[in-house]
Structures are given as C-alpha cells and as structure tokens.
C-alpha cells in the first residue's frame, strides 16, 4: 500500500520556507546538486562509506561570505554504512527537520526495497511515488504492460527461450552487481542455452533470474534516451518539455564493436560476449523529423500514468528508444524519475532545454525550478508524493 499523498502533502506543509533538495549519491545526483544550487537551494546527498568523497570532497560547496556559490554544487552529504540505512525512521525525522525534499534516482530505488519506498519512506518525494515499482520487470504490471495499454510501440516480445527465431536479446539483473544488467542476445533456443551455460559459469547471471528474464526482439538501430519533464503546475498544453537526449556508453559491449571482425575472433571465447554495463552517456540530438512522433508517446504516457497511477508522472522521466530502418522509435525501457544519462547536459544545459528557456537548462536545474515555483505560489503539495 503506498502511503498516502495526504499524509505526504501534511508534512510538505510544515516545512522551512527554504528546504533542501536531497537525492542518493549516485547516479545523476551531481546534475541534481548542480540544479538545486544554481536554482538557489542548498544539497543533501545520502553516500555510502567509501563511495562519498567524490561528493564530500571533490563538489563540495564553497560559498561566499553572502552564500554565493563560489566553486561545487553539494552543500552537505550524511553517509551510511550501507544506502538502505538512510530509510530508517530516525534518519527520515532528521530529513523532516531539515526540510528535504528528495528527488529519487535509479540508485535509490535499487538501494532501497520499493516496498520500504512505497509503504515506509515519510519523506517528500518530487516525483510520482507510486510509479518507480514499473520499473521492475518481474512485476505482473511494468512500464511494458502501461506503453502497450498506452499505444507506444515496444520490442515485440518472445515467449519463451524454444521461441527465439530473429535476434533478440534477454533482459535479467548481473548476478551480483544487481543494478547492473546480464543481458545477452540470442538468434535461436541453441545459441540462448550456449549463452545462458556461458554466463552462468562466468558468475555473470544467475540460473534462477532466468526464469523470470524478459525475451524481446532486437532492434536494430541507434540508441536514443528522451529526458522529458511534466509539470502539474503548468498548463497542460504546455506540461511537457523535451529537456535533452543521451546515449549509453556500455561495457564490454562498445569495446567490442570498436574492434575490427578479425580482431574479435581472435579474443577467447568467453570475451565473445559481451556486457552490457553502463558505464557513461554521450549527448545527441535527434532528427527534427522524428521530434513529432517523439512528442506524441511522450504524451501518450502522460495520459495513460494518469489514468493508471494517479496522479501520474510528476517531473523527470526518460523514454529510452532505438530508432529502427523506418525512422520509427520504439520504447524499450522507461525510466518514471531522472533518468541515468542526464549529467551529460548540468550546468550547461542542453540544445533542447535551453532553446525552451533561453538559457541553460538542464534536468537537474528543471527540477529544482519547479520546486521554486511550487513554493512561491504555495503549490508545493502539487508536485510531491
């Protein structure tokens, strides 16, 4: 049961006239610190020991005698022994105090149960509480089932493993990196169980994740993440922004695909395939052509998160899309929060964003924005859940 917005909308009421804007400290957190600076607020992020001095030390804030923002982006950060120690009660009631206002990003709703986030995390979220569990997709209800019942195309999926007749690629957690991916594409049921023995050998993915694996067809095409902003506060025909497009940088797979054909038969057979892990973004702008339909799924999934998950998506989310031969994009994953890439485009915002806002906007920016704007005009209960 997710708690309800009546209670978080309480306790937004009984905060500071200048809160903090707080997030996990991975992911895009910088791109957030960096907004809610710039935007004017002070930052909170919540590190794990041993992973905090990038924000502690390396972007830590130094003001001026007036609070001018001299050098950095992150004012403060709590460290933890472990991230899913900043959900215990004490530590929320600290965060009330403070007036945080968090913004949730992948590595918080990894770290964290989406249990412990629906049901027991009393702290404002700037975003659609209910809508990080379709995230998940093991769940009988995810962002596959809300894009299909919405109209927007998808990966046609394949059954099962004895199924596989085109290239497809099987989508399942690293074993033991569990916000990494242990995905692997498989053209046929004998290339699937050769992969599958490989990997599970290696230590990369685990024999039980493969049963609940999702089974798609390949898309043959470059990789586009759209990074759209909605907000509630603003008239519908102009709630949602196109803010910026990223790309993903993998490992080992663009390692691999740097190497020439000769080059790669040559590697062992167990670097023939590759991983999938993330490991950071490029910019990109796309087509102006192919803007149009990229606007209408946008508000396609607007319309069908409202209807599905009331309120609905508040803020940041991420279409992530392969455009095929046909110039058509195709959804292969959401992200219903700040999407992973958007630190290509902080501080200096990006093409799409900027031309918006005759200035630099960037997502982190956008989101601390509209937090200005919700409290100057007592709206704040709006944009939180």
């Known amino acids: 049961m997710v708690l309800p917005r009546s209670e978080i909308a309480e306790i937004a009421k009984k905060y500071p006239p200048h809160p903090w804007i707080g997030a996990v400290g991975s992911h895009s957190a910088i791109d957030i610190a960096d907004g809610a600076v710039t935007e004017g607020f002070s930052s909170l992020l919540f590190c794990e020991s041993g992973r905090d001095a990038t924000y502690g030390r390396y972007f830590r804030t130094l003001r001026g005698p007036d609070g001018t923002p001299r050098r950095g982006c992150v004012d403060e950060v709590w460290t933890y022994a472990h991230f899913r120690d900043l959900a215990h009660a004490a530590e929320q009631a600290k965060m009330r105090e403070r007036g945080v206002l968090f913004v949730p990003n992948r590595a918080f709703s990894s770290y964290l149960s989406i249990d412990t986030i629906e049901e027991e995390f009393r702290v404002p979220i700037v975003g659609s509480r209910a809508m990080l569990r379709i995230e998940e997709r093991t769940e009988r209800e995810n962002y596959y089932t809300l894009l299909e019942g919405a109209g927007v195309p998808i990966p046609r999926a394949i059954p099962s493993p004895d199924r596989i007749d085109r ?119 796309v087509r102006e052509s192919i803007l149009e339909e990229i606007f209408r799924m946008g508000e396609k999934f607007v319309d069908a998160a409202r209807i599905r998950y009331p309120p609905g998506i508040i803020g940041p989310f991420c279409l992530q899309t392969c455009i095929d031969r046909e110039a058509h994009p195709i959804v292969f994953d959401v992200a219903a929060r700040i999407g992973g890439g958007t630190n290509v485009h902080l501080a200096l915002g990006h093409p799409y964003g900027n031309a918006l806002y005759r200035g630099p906007m960037s997502s982190g920016r956008r989101i601390a924005l509209e937090i200005r704007r919700a409290l100057e005009s007592e709206r704040l209960t709006e944009i939180v859940t």
Do not use: C, M
Request: no cysteine.
């Open 167 to 285: 290239l497809s690629i099987v989508k399942l957690p690293h074993a033991t990196r569990r916000l990494e991916r242990g995905f692997f594409t498989a053209a046929s049921a004998e290339e699937y169980r050769s992969k599958a023995a490989a990997l599970v050998a290696r230590g990369t993915i685990l024999p039980a994740d493969l049963a609940g694996a999702r089974i798609e067809e390949y898309v043959l095409g470059p990789v586009f993440n759209f990074n759209f902003f909605f907000s509630p506060l603003a008239p519908r025909e102009e709630a949602l922004e196109l803010l910026g497009v990223d790309e993903r940088r993998e490992s080992t797979l663009d390692g691999l695909v740097r190497l020439p054909a000769a080059q790669q038969l040559e590697l062992h057979e167990s670097a023939r395939i590759p991983d999938f892990t993330v490991v950071g973004h490029g910019t990109l702008t």
